[in-house]
Every structure is written in C-alpha cells, then in structure tokens.
C-alpha cells in the first residue's frame, strides 16, 4: 500500500524574519493593561489552587497581584517580540505564549474572590468531559468536509442522537443500546444529507440548515407526544470507568483514568481518525475527493459513492456526541437541549483546522472555558452567569473571525460534483 | 439563494422531444401537473409534508399505535383510528388558523358577533406579521448570496431596542410610535452588521457568527430583563416594563370585536415587502446585492466593492428582523417583553424566505401560510403537539431546497428550463 504522506514542501523560508506589528501591539497592549489593571485592583489579594480529589488536603496560595503582574508582562514581552521581528518559525510559539499567558492572568484574576478555589482536579476532569460534544462533532464535520460535504447540520443531528439515545435506552433497558441508537440516528439524518448532496446535487449550506430545523421540530414533536406516556424518556445514567491504582495519580488519574466512557472512545476516536485519514488508502482518496475530485475521478474513484459513506459514517460520530447531551450527562431529553453547541463544534473544526489533531487541541480549549464559566458562575462570581454562558460564542466569534482567513477549507468544499461536466 | 436555474442532471437528453400531437387544454395541464416547475414543486412539497406530519402523528399517537399492534385481526381499527386522528388534528389547526366551525354554527345561529368569527383570521395575521420581517430580512442577504441565520437575534436586540424607547421617553404619539419602531431597527441593523462586517474584513462565516450572535441575544435578553432598567416594577417573574400608550401599535380591528389583535405592524410589514421589492428591482443598491449574489468575482470585476455591499446588506437585513421586533414589542407584547416573546419568529425567518424564493411577494404569502400554522398549532395544543408547525415547516422546504427529490419521488418530468433551486455559498 503505497501511501504518499510526506509533508508538502514548506513555501515560506523558515528562516526569515518577520516583523507581526498589529498582533505585536494588541498583545504589548494586553498585557500592559493586565499589568496596570493588577496594580491598581489585586492589591493583597490571594489565588487559592487545590487538588481537591486524590490528596484533598493540598492547596496552594499564590499572591494575586505578582502571578497577574509576571503573567502580563510575558503577555506584553511577546508583543514587544513580535513587533521588533521574530524568526517565521517562532511567531506560533510566541502568540501561543501570548495568549497562554493572558489567559492565566484571567484565570488567577478571576479565582482571587474571597471564597473561590481554583479545584484543579474537578475543573480540569470537567473541561476534558465538556470537550466531548465538540470532538464528536468535530470530527463528524472533518470527515464530511474532508470528503467535500459541508455538514452544518451536526446540532440537528447531536438533537436525533441526544433524543434517540434515551429513547432507545428507555425502550430496551440499556444505555448501551441506546448508545448504538444515537448512533445509527444519527448517521440516518446525515444519510438525508449525503443523499441530497451527492446524487439531488442540493445547495448543502441551504439543506443542512434545513435539516437543523427539520431536526429540532421532529424531536420537539415527539418529545411532546412521547411525554403523555410513562417510560420513554427517563434519564439514564452511565457508570464512571476507574482504572484501579490510575486513578489515584493527582490530577492525572482523576482527570484521564476516572471518566465516563465518552471520553476514552472521544479520545481514541481523535487517534483513529487521524491514523484512517493521514495513513490510509482510505484516508488518501477521501482528501483527494475533497480537494480536486475531477483528479480523484480520472484516478478510477467514485467520487459521489466515497462522499456518500463517507458523510454517513460521520453521523454516526454526531449521533454518538448526541448521546452524550442525555445518557453522558444522565439528563432526560429536553426540547432544544443542545443550544447551538453543533455549530460551536462546527467552529472547533475551523480552529482545527480540518486535522483531528488540531480539532483535539480546539475542543480542549472550548470545553475547558465551558468548564471556567460554569465554576465561576457556581461559586457566585460577580459577572452575571448570563455574560459567563456567553463565554464559549463569543470565543467561537472571536476564533472564527480571527482565524478562518488563514485556515483554508478542503477546495472542494461545498462543491457538488457531477461526473459529466468536467 | 439567488435563485438559480439548474441545468437538467447530465447523461439524460429530453427523450419526450418527440413530435406532439395537437395540443388541448387538458392534455397541457396535465403536462402542467406532472412537471417540477417551481409551482407544482411548491404544490407538491405542501401535500408531501402534510403526509408527512399525518405519518409522524399516526406513529406518535399512543391510542392509535395500540391498533396497530392487532393490525391483522382487525385492520379497520388501526384505519379509523389514524384516519380520525389525522383528521381531528389537521382540523384543529384549521380551525385555529381561519375558520372555527363551532363559532360559525353559533353566528348561524345569532349567537355570536362576526368579530367572533374573524379571531382565527385575526391570530394568523398576527403570527404571520413578525415572519413578514424576518423572512424579509433572510430573504434580502440571500439575494446577496448571505445565509443570515441571525434573525433571531436580531429580532431579540430589534424588540429591546422598541421597547427601551418606548418606556423611557415621554412623547406625543406621532413622534414616540415612530421613533420607537426606528429604534428597533436600528438596534436590529447594529447586531446585523456584526456578521457583515466579519465577512468583508477576516471572510468569517456568516452562518457561525451570525448562529453565535443568536445565543448571544438570548442570554442578553435574560440579563437585560432581570436589570433594574428594564424590569417590570410591578410583576416579580421576567418581564419588562410596559411600553407607554404613546408608542403601542393601534389594532385594526378590535372595534369589531376586542379579542381581534392584528395591529398596524401588518401594514408595516406589507409595506417594507413593497420597499425590499422595490429596493431589489429598482435601486442600484439592490443591482449590486444582486450582482454580488449571482458572481461575486464578476461583480467585483465590474468595480463593485464586495465586502462593503456585504456590511450594507446585513445591515439592512438585521435592521428588516429589528422591525419585526419593535412590531412584538410596541403590539402583541406591548405589556412588557418576556424571553419568551421573540418565539422561534427568526428561525421561521429562515423558512419562510426559502418558501418565498426570496422574492418579497412570495415571502409574505409563504409567511401567511406559516403564520397560520403557528397559530393553529397554538390553538390546538395540547391535543397536537405545538411543534407540528416547525416539522411541516422544515419538511416543507425540504423539499423546496430540493426539487430534485420531489422530481424523483413523484417521477415528475424536468421542466424546460431546468429546476429551480436555492444557493448560499460556502467557506
């Protein structure tokens, strides 16, 4: 099986240098601020960070005021770098720091309240939970879009997996049943959109916004129908996985060997995803088709038959992330209970830049201001809960707006292919 | 959507070119009925969806599916059960949405006003009203070749703004009802540029940002009804202030009967259809929107500046769904706002503008047709379940989107000049 995956060849000279002055300046000035704002504020103020699972009695104290003030500075440093010119190869690492750092001082600003602790091991196992519904749904959009289907219906298909799941668990008794469920829910509404993509040649932004709706009224309407009876839609639970001594390693084990069974299949997902699209005979002709399918077809593959299966397997990766809204959650089905969070994930695919790898890294950092937010607005913090629930669209605003003009999209993206008119 | 012929899938010539005989009136109209011109589409794409949502109701059903379970030793069951379900529910959103038969027997019988018999009629303009405005508002960026799924939150920053000017200043009608229903507009058109300015500058998806700036207005508007500025002072749950009496919307018809609602925001709508009408066929502005939504690279070509027709436009379609919102704000919910005012209108929007073909004529009859549905889904419930109106709704247009389906389902004929279908670009 000859597989050509050596990188391409790098178009930019790694070593030239490169002056960035509007990131330089936003960042110099960021971090001025945070440095100005944490003198005047965070005066006598102390962080309290604590490993609040295996060893429940280890807190740490930080001085509030330094930590912003150090954090800041690394902020306006890396600024001050990229405006003075940065080696190309350097300018990723340097706005990662950037913003790390910016975020950090967020962090320590917002965990200085009297009475809040930044619990480690809670927030850090919760982030990677809450990051399951963008990698699920995520990785359904690589492997639409990769094959050159957009799939903007991945909320309406999280919908037909979260109301399927307990359905079907509530039907037959096992969550795992309604798991498989979800799944093949899923991948039915995507089928919809790969039929109408491929051979009915439809619109596929038009239809799949179509489809969120057709999504969204069909479960509504069951869901009232379903609830004058006993029995269809309680909620069931899903036992947490604990890997024996594991689990027992501070913040590792509680965060990485004590989860729900979502994570590891999300997690190994990522990997396999990666391993079938960048290592495979599949992997090859399915970025082929999505890039210039013309080639592909004059390559002897059946560009519409890939696409098809292709977008079908993908639902049954939404539909799985579906089910993580109920029986992951152990929630009954609620009308319109996945609240735009497809489309979240359809914009972790961007920031992921259609690379599995990338989409971990992305759902990782959505999940984990989810996770901010909820523990903020638990443990009473003075910005309204509303304006934290905000949090993860306005990241998903800011991300897509500053980061899609460099991302590029599979070329053939969107582009129905009809072998007749080459 | 600018809407586009589609060339007629390839490999298959027309066979039926084939020399024909003289043609009568019945033998073209019964070539009219089994063509996928956009009429027949139309037609066809109702009647599948209502069967459709009798199959959905018939499975849903918990009386009739226990016939189903003795189907074979009495299949009559299971067939007047579902016959009389479906019949009973498709009549109950009738009833609700134009005629009530119950009250007509009653005015028969002297026993009612006519206003009483006009309530149906009165609650689907009232419905149909705010759909007027965000079909129009998705419909105008769709001519841009712009998918603006942010109706809804336009419509959410359009009611607020109304209303802030509508309790706060003190004014003579003439000047407050006015000033009120621009200020919805205004804050409407605000939101609506977000996504537009978005695109011009970074080429951020209008479909993402404008989805996130709908959750965004959400939870806005339930932190901005819990502040002490906009909190009712007399309820305690999550409502606004009342709007004063000099910015309400007059009602049409309630000198008829007080139950009639429909206000002047139906006029309203009426004449920004006629305005988008003519600013689309008419002004240079609506040339460049569609010039730009046909092919933007010629457009740009031609000397067009892409990303500032981008802003303008979305400016305008949000400042469309901000008067949908002063129209609920400053009529219907004039007693004060509540999370609960802006229903699904801008999701609808989005329906109602892929039904009219974006062509401001068909969007306020497809937005009659919806707001009927929603308002004898309304009535109905809780016998059928209110969400009946969303499913026929997306089932609807479907099968609008796609033309290709129907042709294949009902084995129409490709009419000449190919089928009619929607567009919105991609990344």
Sequence with gaps: MAVDTAPAPALVDDRARARHPKAGATYAVLGLLLVLAAVAWLGGRTTVIAVDRTLTDARWAAPTLAAVVVLGAVCAAAGAWMIAGLPQRRFKLASTAAVAAFVLALLFWAYSQEGTVFRAESILAGALFLSMPYIFGALSGVVCERSGVINIGIEG????????GVLIANITGSVYAGLAGAMIAGSLSTMLLALLATRYQVNQVVVGVILNLLALGFTSFMYDQLKKAEGFNDAFSMPVITW????????????????????????????????????TRWGLRTRAVGEHPAAADSMGVDVNRLRYWNVVAAGLLAGFGGAWFTLGNSLAFNKNMTAGLGFVALAVMIVGRWNPLGVLAGALIFGFTTQIARDLSAAGSSVPGEFLQMLPYAVTLVVVAGLIGKARAPKADGVPYNPGDK | MSTQTETPAAGKPEADQSPEPKPNFMRLFGRYLTEANSVMVTIYSLLLAFLIGAVLLIVSDEYTRSTFSYFFARPQDAWYASRDLVVESYTALFEGAILNFNTLEQYQAGQAEFGNLLRPLSETLTYATPLIFTGLAVGLAFRAGLFNIGAQGQLIFGMMGALIVGFSLD????????????????????????????????????????????????????WALGTAFLHSETKPDLVSK?????????????????????????????????????????????????????????????????????????????????????????????????????????????????????????????????????????????????DISTLLQATIVLFIAAPALVKAILHLRTPRGGLVTLEAKGW
């Excluded at chain 2, 200020?183 to 977000?194: E, I, R, S, T």
């Design chain 2, 171 to 222: 004014l003579p009608i003439w000047l407050h009802l006015p000033l009120a229903i621009i200020a919805g507009g205004v804050a409407g058109g605000l939101l609506g540029a977000v996504p537009g300015v978005l695109k011009a500058s970074t080429g951020a998806h209008e479909v993402i940002s404008s989805i996130m700036l709908n959750n965004i207005a959400a939870l806005f508007l339930v």
């Design chain 1, 244 to 279: 024996g001594p594991l689990a027992d390693i501070p913040v590792l084990g509680p965060v990485l060997f004590q989860q729900k069974l979502f994570v590891y299949v999300g997690l190994a997902m990522v990997v396999v995803v990666w391993f079938l699209l960048y290592r």
């Design chain 2, 242 to 386: 009342p709007v004063d009496d000099s910015a309400v919307l007059p009602t049409l018809l309630s000198s008829l009967n007080p139950s009639l609602r429909v206000n002047l925001a139906l006029v309203i709508g009426i004449a920004a259809a006629v305005f988008t009408w003519w600013l689309l066929s008419k002004s240079t502005f609506g040339f460049r929107i569609r010039a730009v939504g046909f092919n933007e690279h010629a457009a740009a070509t031609a000397g067009m500046r892409i990303g500032s027709t981008y802003t303008t436009t979305m400016t305008a379609a949000g400042a469309l769904a901000g008067l949908g919102g002063a129209a609920l704000a400053l009529g219907v919910s004039s007693g004060g706002i509540t999370t609960n005012t802006a229903l699904d209108y801008g999701f609808s929007g989005i329906t109602v503008a892929l039904l009219g073909r974006a062509n401001p004529g068909g969007i306020v009859a497809s937005a009659l047709l919806f707001g009927a549905l929603k308002a004898g889904a309304l009535s109905a419930q809780p016998d059928v379940p209110v």
């Design chain 1, 157 to 164: 298909q999280f919908l037909m997996g979260a109301f399927t």
